[in-house]
């Protein structure tokens, strides 16, 4: 096997600079001027604007270095406040939203004209949901507009789930990051829309599909590809680590990179690899808890690709539960671009 070279791009981490906090106001303050904010939601961190503001929508999809066929997701404080920004509330995502909010649901439903064409690249729906963090909901709660929030990351790039992870790449270009401690759920909200009568899910995340099925019955998994145009933003290759990251059998894998004496780090599920050293293995869950290795995946991915090895070896999960989110992640950033 060939060893993939490094993705070009910046560096990891670049000079910090965003002021850090807790202070709310200071968020909404910077957020009605147009400014853009970090956020912390149960997923991962989220760099906000004001979503009826083209200019803010703009900033952001400059600052990530996002192209603008990639739609955003809107946040807002509560189901009561779909019907300002949506045309019709479909009852099957109704019951979703009832259930799952604040929580890791986006919902896509049809928009209404006070939603700027730049947040959803121009589509007929617009991606809505509720994130369950204090913070951000107290921020909502005393705003007059819902945040358009990508995850804060440089667009490919591995998502942030501290206010670290954001400060240390966009930190120069935010005023301020509000800092609610690391994200509980650590995967990106699951998407789900309609299409006719049938549920469709478009991006596997922290919502597991049992929980959704529990709800609407059986529902369709849309196949994820870069050609899928309905769901621009999943490109093939994403969630990625600068390293090459190599996804296989560890137990096949290992032995070979030490014979080639090529210096490794891993990437383990449940087992913790003594032979290496520690600033260059990471295990994602001792416990064999699919939750607890979803909240460590990208702080995991993160920390091996700033140590000093030339790549990240690492394993797939068991395809249940968070599972199959889990290994969407690890796939993604395995694929060469
Ligand atoms: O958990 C999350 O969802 C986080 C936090 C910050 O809320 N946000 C997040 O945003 O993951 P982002 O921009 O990294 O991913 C949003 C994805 C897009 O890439 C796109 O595929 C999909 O949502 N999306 C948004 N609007 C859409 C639309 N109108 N139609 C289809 N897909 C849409
Ligand atoms: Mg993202």
């Not at 939601?41 to 703009?58: D, H």
């Amino acid at each position: 096997m060939d060893i993939p070279k490094p993705k070009p791009g910046s560096t990891i981490s670049a000079s910090k600079m965003a002021e850090t906090g807790q202070d709310i106001r200071m968020a909404a303050n910077f957020l009605k001027e147009g400014k853009l904010v970090a956020i912390p939601t149960e997923t991962v961190y989220g760099l906000a604007g004001n979503a009826l503001n083209p200019a803010a929508v703009a900033a952001i999809f400059e600052t990530k270095n996002r192209p603008s066929f990639d739609p955003l997701i809107i946040h807002i404080s509560g189901i009561g406040q779909v019907e300002k920004y949506t045309e019709d509330f479909p009852k099957p995502l109704q019951k979703l939203a009832e259930k799952f909010w604040p929580g890791p649901l986006t919902l896509l439903l049809t928009r209404k004209n006070i939603i700027p064409d730049l947040v959803t690249s121009g589509l007929d729906r617009v991606a809505v949901r509720v994130p369950d963090h204090e913070l951000i909901l107290e921020l909502l709660a005393s705003l007059d507009f819902p945040l358009a929030a990508p995850s804060a990351n440089p667009f490919g790039y591995i998502s942030p789930t501290t206010a670290g992870h954001v400060d240390a790449q966009l930190g120069k270009n935010i005023p301020y990051i509000l800092d609610g401690g690391p994200c509980k759920v650590g995967l990106e909200s699951t998407i789900v829309g309609m299409e006719g009568e049938e549920v469709i899910i478009y991006r596997l995340g922290g919502l597991e599909i049992a929980e959704i099925e529990s709800v609407v019955g059986k529902v369709k998994i849309k196949d994820q590809s870069s050609s899928n145009p309905q769901a621009p933003g999943l490109l093939e290759s994403h969630y990625a680590p600068r390293k090459p990251f190599i996804l296989g059998n560890l137990d096949v894998l290992i032995p070979d990179f030490q014979s080639r004496k090529v210096d490794f780090a891993v990437l383990s599920f449940n087992r913790v690899i003594q032979e290496i050293p520690v600033e260059r293995r990471f295990c994602l869950s001792t416990k064999f808890d699919l939750k607890e290795a979803a909240a460590n995946l990208f702080a995991g991915m993160r920390q091996l690709d700033e140590s000093d090895a030339e790549v990240i070896l690492a394993e797939l999960m068991p395809e249940s539960g968070l599972g199959r989110a889990i290994n969407d992640r690890l796939k993604r950033a395995a694929a060469k671009d």
